[in-house]
Every structure is written in structure tokens, then in C-alpha cells.
């Protein structure tokens, strides 16, 4: 392995590189069986500290076929209890760095969960590294980069072998990038900040590498602005990282005093907290989200043939989601809507309640210029028309709610042990065994979750029986 670590990296504080073997690739359920560190400090000296670890359980086969380590090399090995201090000791204050980091961080992070210890780190992922620095290659896993850059003499599968191989390819791209752009890439994956004037020193120490929703705070206890993230940690740095800084996160960056955050079991659960946090908090800097009081829907009604569209507020929505469409944002929004539907499907202004007619069968304009079939002037009857109405506004139709009674999400985030159960019924969330009032947002995102997981909603007979 090269010995001469990039110069400029070191700039940047110390590097640790490391690589583990596991018992499989869930870091909730599965354990380390082997770890390999090496240690770059800022004076350019290395560490190097490997171990076998007793993974309590046993090793699938085909991992040992895989790793090479078998159950009896593991067998009295210490366990991660015994070496935690010295992990700790060489992983404190440094970049946490592997290829695919999220994989290796997540077990390490358990694995001091389970000790009851926490653990957070800045994370490099030298895949997303590969991809950066090099575009145009094809492949970036460690086994491509190892043959693009002619790299050798590395034990592939065993935590030293890979963790050698990784620093020698961040080694290695210091021959073929300037330390100018080595550094400035490095530093954009790590999204490092630049700490607000009044936020204290340790404000960003804390913060968990987990789903959830983060507020910031000025002089009182209004948020000035609420976010979420799939990670907190990486998310809220990026606010105060000057290669990443929107004029917005300027603003906020002089305006902040204090941060809150608030870890979910997954991303769905952050994308409600914060909608619903934003409508109650109504942040300075936050606008798509806060409460809209005019969003509403229109029901259709028939009376003797004639089909009519009346509006109606979301918070009146009935039980019987039946003939309803929207949701729209206010009542001039559906109104544009419907006058769209009536120009592509050539729908009468009068039936419609664009105009009124002066007389009996007297034609609206529509009619007068050729794009209305006459339902005014009885040229089409009223049951027609009806007919035609329904078919053109039938795709904006609420949904059926495709569940007998509620329905449950449950999100598990595996790396942090936390677990949640959310609950809906007609589109709405429920608490307490109670349906909440019609939320667009909320609507929104489970029409958009639906689609990509449907799967992971399952029915409930109780509703009231999940907390």
C-alpha cells in the first residue's frame, strides 16, 4: 500500500479507513466477524489495528466460503465488547472512510448501540469518491477500481486486505487530480460546515445519522424554517457547508441561534412530521407546506339527470368518498380546472354555472362560438351532458380508499433500532383510533408512498389498538 497519504486530504483533519466482515448485511440482526482499521493522522504517521471478532452466532456457510473465516477461527476471538475502546479510539475525531461506508458505519454504529454507547462520524464513501473523480469508468466497485488502477496485493474479502485496498485508490487519485480538486471533491462529499457566528461550538456534534425532521430557531421559539431528511446529520450540515449554501441558507445561517431535531423510524414518517410541524409552527422561511385553509373538492350531485359540481371545504369531506374530485387548492383552482374540462370536451357554460341564461334556450358563448354541444339550447339533452361530464373529469376523481377499514405503514430504521407504526383510513391519518381531518399533504404523500410501496401498508382491524 502507498505510504504517502494525499497532503491536502490531511488538511482536512484525520482519515480512518476501515473495512468489516459480517455474519450477513443487516446491521440490526447480523454481526461483525472480522475488523480492519488504518489510521492517517494529520501529521501524516499511520495506525494499522485488525481483529477477528466472536460474533455470538454462527456464520452462514456461504459467508465462510466468501470471507475465508470460518466459525472455528472465531470461536475465542473477543467479542466487539472486549475492542470497543480500541475502535473507538481509532475511529474518534477522524473520517470515517469504506468503500460503500454506509454498509461498514451502520454495523459499527450498532454494534456500540448494542453497548449502549452512541456513535456518529463524518462518512466518506469512497464509491461515491470513484464516481466523482472518475466519471467515465465502468464500474466502481472495489473490485474495478482495484483493476482500473492496477492495484495489487490486497487479501480480497478480509478486512485488512479491502481496508488497504481503499486507502491505496484515495492514494492513488492524488496521482491523477490535482490536490486542489482532490480536496475540493472530498470536501463536497463530506458537505463540511461552516458553523453559524451564534450557533456554540458543539451545536452540530450530536446530531444522529437517522431519518427525521430538524428545526431552526432564531431569537424566540418560532422556527424560522423546518426540514426533513433521510439523514439528519448529512442534511443539516449541508445548510452550512459553503460549497453547498443557498441564498436561503445564508439568510438562516445569520439568523440562527439553535437547532432542534426530531429522529423518525424512516423517510415517510419525516415527510408527515414536517408537514404537520410546518402547519403548526408556520416557520418564516417555509411556504409550500403551511396550512392551507381554502383546499377543497368538488362533489358531483345528479337531480333528475342533471349532474351539478358543488364545492365543498376538505374539512367537511364525507365519510363516503363517492363522486368527490380534487383535492384543489382553493376554489379558483377548481374553477380553472373545470373551465379546462369544459373547453377540451366542449361542456355547457350555463349547466356549468360559468353564465346564466337571460332566457329560456337562450345558447352560452360557448355554444355561440362552437364548443358546446348544445345542452342550453336543447340541442343535447341534460342526461347527456351529464354523461359527457362525468367521463371528462373522471381521471381527477378521488381515489377509493383500497382498504375495507385502516390501514397501517410501519417503518423500521435498523441502523438506530427505531421502529414506527403510522395509521390512515380514507386518505386521512388517524391518532388515537380517530381519523384527522382531510390533509392535501398528507394525501399527497400517501398516493406518492403508495405507488412505490404498496406492499408495506397492510389492514388493521383496530385502528385504536396502535399507538
Given at each position: 500500500?502507498?505510504?504517502?497519504?494525499?497532503?491536502?486530504?490531511?488538511?482536512?483533519?484525520?482519515?480512518?479507513?476501515?473495512?468489516?466482515?459480517?455474519?450477513?448485511?443487516?446491521?440490526?440482526?447480523?454481526?461483525?466477524?472480522?475488523?480492519?482499521?488504518?489510521?492517517?493522522?494529520?501529521?501524516?504517521?499511520?495506525?494499522?489495528?485488525?481483529?477477528?471478532?466472536?460474533?455470538?452466532?454462527?456464520?452462514?456457510?456461504?459467508?465462510?466460503?466468501?470471507?475465508?473465516?470460518?466459525?472455528?477461527?472465531?470461536?475465542?476471538?473477543?467479542?466487539?465488547?472486549?475492542?470497543?475502546?480500541?475502535?473507538?479510539?481509532?475511529?474518534?475525531?477522524?473520517?470515517?472512510?469504506?468503500?460503500?461506508?454506509?454498509?461498514?458505519?451502520?454495523?459499527?454504529?450498532?454494534?456500540?448501540?448494542?453497548?449502549?454507547?452512541?456513535?456518529?462520524?463524518?462518512?466518506?464513501?469512497?464509491?461515491?469518491?470513484?464516481?466523482?473523480?472518475?466519471?467515465?469508468?465502468?464500474?466502481?466497485?472495489?473490485?474495478?477500481?482495484?483493476?482500473?488502477?492496477?492495484?495489487?496485493?490486497?487479501?480480497?474479502?478480509?478486512?485488512?486486505?479491502?481496508?488497504?485496498?481503499?486507502?491505496?485508490?484515495?492514494?492513488?487519485?492524488?496521482?491523477?487530480?490535482?490536490?486542489?480538486?482532490?480536496?475540493?471533491?472530498?470536501?463536497?462529499?463530506?458537505?463540511?460546515?461552516?458553523?453559524?457566528a451564534h450557533l456554540p461550538p458543539t451545536a452540530l456534534a450530536d446530531i444522529p445519522d437517522s431519518p427525521g425532521v430538524y428545526l431552526f430557531y432564531g431569537i424566540?421559539?418560532?422556527?424560522?424554517?423546518?426540514?426533513?431528511?433521510?439523514?439528519?446529520?448529512?442534511?443539516?450540515?449541508?445548510?452550512?457547508?459553503?460549497?453547498?449554501?443557498?441564498?436561503?441558507?445564508?439568510?438562516?445561517?445569520?439568523?440562527?441561534?439553535?437547532?432542534?431535531?426530531?429522529?423518525?423510524?424512516?423517510?415517510?414518517?419525516?415527510?408527515?412530521?414536517?408537514?404537520?410541524?410546518?402547519?403548526?409552527?408556520?416557520?418564516?422561511?417555509?411556504?409550500?407546506?403551511?396550512?392551507?385553509?381554502?383546499?377543497?373538492?368538488?362533489?358531483?350531485?345528479?337531480?333528475?339527470?342533471?349532474?351539478?359540481?358543488?364545492?365543498?371545504?376538505?374539512?367537511?369531506?364525507?365519510?363516503?368518498?363517492?363522486?368527490?374530485?380534487?383535492?384543489?387548492?382553493?376554489?379558483?383552482?377548481?374553477?380553472?380546472?373545470?373551465?379546462?374540462?369544459?373547453?377540451?370536451?366542449?361542456?355547457?357554460?350555463?349547466?356549468?354555472?360559468?353564465?346564466?341564461?337571460?332566457?329560456?334556450?337562450?345558447?352560452?358563448?360557448?355554444?355561440?362560438?362552437?364548443?358546446?354541444?348544445?345542452?342550453?339550447?336543447?340541442?343535447?339533452?341534460?342526461?347527456?351532458?351529464?354523461?359527457?361530464?362525468?367521463?371528462?373529469?373522471?381521471?381527477?376523481?378521488?381515489?377509493?380508499?383500497?382498504?375495507?377499514?385502516?390501514?397501517?405503514?410501519?417503518?423500521?430504521?435498523?441502523?438506530?433500532?427505531?421502529?414506527?407504526?403510522?395509521?390512515?383510513?380514507?386518505?386521512?391519518?388517524?391518532?388515537?383510533?380517530?381519523?384527522?381531518?382531510?390533509?392535501?399533504?398528507?394525501?399527497?404523500?400517501?398516493?406518492?408512498?403508495?405507488?412505490?410501496?404498496?406492499?408495506?401498508?397492510?389492514?388493521?382491524?383496530?385502528?385504536?389498538q396502535i399507538a
Amino acid at each position: 500500500m502507498p505510504q504517502v497519504f494525499p497532503s491536502a486530504l490531511l488538511d482536512l483533519g484525520d482519515f480512518a479507513f476501515i473495512d468489516v466482515e459480517t455474519t450477513g448485511m443487516k446491521p440490526l440482526q447480523d454481526r461483525l466477524t472480522e475488523i480492519a482499521i488504518i489510521r492517517f493522522n494529520s501529521n501524516g504517521e499511520t495506525e494499522r489495528w485488525q481483529s477477528l471478532i466472536n460474533p455470538g452466532v454462527a456464520i452462514p456457510s456461504e459467508i465462510q466460503v466468501l470471507t475465508g473465516i470460518t466459525n472455528a477461527m472465531v470461536r475465542n476471538a473477543p467479542g466487539f465488547y472486549d475492542v470497543r475502546a480500541d475502535v473507538r479510539r481509532l475511529l474518534e475525531g477522524a473520517v470515517f472512510v469504506a468503500h460503500n461506508a454506509r454498509f461498514d458505519y451502520g454495523f459499527i454504529k450498532n454494534e456500540f448501540r448494542r453497548q449502549g454507547e452512541p456513535f456518529t462520524a463524518d462518512v466518506l464513501c469512497t464509491v461515491r469518491l470513484s464516481r466523482r473523480l472518475y466519471p467515465d469508468a465502468d464500474g466502481h466497485g472495489l473490485d474495478a477500481v482495484i483493476s482500473r488502477h492496477r492495484l495489487s496485493g490486497f487479501d480480497r474479502h478480509r478486512a485488512m486486505g479491502d481496508t488497504e485496498a481503499t486507502a491505496a485508490f484515495v492514494c492513488k487519485a492524488q496521482d491523477d487530480h490535482s490536490p486542489d480538486t482532490l480536496k475540493a471533491i472530498v470536501k463536497s462529499l463530506l458537505k463540511m460546515p461552516s458553523l453559524p457566528a451564534h450557533l456554540p461550538p458543539t451545536a452540530l456534534a450530536d446530531i444522529p445519522d437517522s431519518p427525521g425532521v430538524y428545526l431552526f430557531y432564531g431569537i424566540n421559539d418560532l422556527p424560522l424554517y423546518i426540514g426533513k431528511a433521510k439523514h439528519l446529520r448529512e442534511r443539516i450540515r449541508a445548510h452550512f457547508s459553503s460549497d453547498h449554501m443557498t441564498p436561503n441558507d445564508i439568510r438562516l445561517s445569520q439568523e440562527m441561534r439553535r437547532i432542534e431535531w426530531l429522529p423518525t423510524a424512516g423517510e415517510f414518517s419525516a415527510l408527515l412530521l414536517e408537514a404537520q410541524l410546518v402547519k403548526e409552527r408556520m416557520p418564516l422561511h417555509n411556504v409550500n407546506l403551511r396550512r392551507r385553509e381554502k383546499v377543497g373538492f368538488f362533489q358531483l350531485r345528479e337531480t333528475d339527470g342533471n349532474a351539478t359540481l358543488q364545492w365543498m371545504n376538505a374539512a367537511n369531506l364525507p365519510d363516503a368518498h363517492s363522486d368527490i374530485f380534487g383535492p384543489f387548492s382553493d376554489k379558483a383552482s377548481a374553477k380553472k380546472w373545470l373551465m379546462f374540462a369544459a373547453r377540451e370536451h366542449q361542456l355547457c357554460d350555463h349547466l356549468l354555472g360559468f353564465s346564466k341564461p337571460r332566457t329560456a334556450n337562450e345558447p352560452c358563448f360557448a355554444r355561440q362560438v362552437g364548443r358546446c354541444f348544445g345542452a342550453c339550447d336543447s340541442a343535447e339533452t341534460e342526461v347527456a351532458h351529464s354523461s359527457r361530464l362525468r367521463k371528462a373529469i373522471t381521471a381527477d376523481a378521488l381515489p377509493v380508499w383500497p382498504f375495507a377499514g385502516p390501514a397501517v405503514y410501519e417503518e423500521v430504521d435498523a441502523t438506530n433500532d427505531r421502529a414506527g407504526a403510522l395509521v390512515f383510513d380514507q386518505w386521512c391519518a388517524m391518532s388515537g383510533g380517530k381519523r384527522l381531518p382531510f390533509d392535501a399533504d398528507v394525501y399527497r404523500l400517501l398516493r406518492r408512498t403508495m405507488s412505490k410501496t404498496a406492499g408495506l401498508f397492510r389492514a388493521i382491524p383496530d385502528a385504536s389498538q396502535i399507538a
